[in-house]
């Protein structure tokens, strides 16, 4: 299971951190990432992360303003949001897959595990 945190309103420029806690399995072994989904766009993977070693991916979108880091002691992996944009806003949604960042990032493979989602709205 999955549940994701730290949404809300927040003003153009503004900052979040999203929290994705994990719970039911081992967090270790998977790739945890961020995806959003927009009214009437396709769901989108913004940044996935594979252990706390490796090289996550980013969004083109989002690089340069968008952090992904996990804990895994904690069970936890965080989406720190800096410089929002109202075409940032959509609802977030945390996955858990066996698989690289690439391919679970592009949505190549089957996602099983998903959070509920939190909504985050960037306006003035």
């Known amino acids: 299971q999955l549940v994701e945190s ?3 309103l927040v003003q153009p ?3 979040l951190t999203l929290s994705c806690e994990a719970s039911g399995f081992t967090m270790d072994y998977y790739a945890i990432g961020w995806f959003r ?3 009437g766009k396709e769901r989108e993977g913004v940044s996935c992360i594979a252990n706390s070693r490796s090289t996550p ?3 083109d979108s989002v690089k ?3 952090t992904i880091s996990r804990d895994n002691a904690k069970k ?3 989406l720190q949001m800096n410089n929002l944009k109202p075409e940032d806003t959509a609802v977030y949604y945390c ?3 066996l698989a690289t960042v690439q391919a679970m990032c592009g949505l190549e493979v089957g996602i099983g595990t998903w959070g509920q989602g939190t909504q985050v709205t ?3």
């Open 122 to 124: 960037v306006s003035s």
């Open 57 to 59: 991916y980013y969004a």
């Open 64 to 66: 340069d303003r968008f």
């Open 13 to 15: 420029g503004g900052s």
């Open 95 to 97: 996955a858990a897959e």
């Open 76 to 78: 936890t992996v965080y």
């Open 37 to 39: 989904q927009a009214p």
């Open 6 to 8: 730290g949404g809300g």
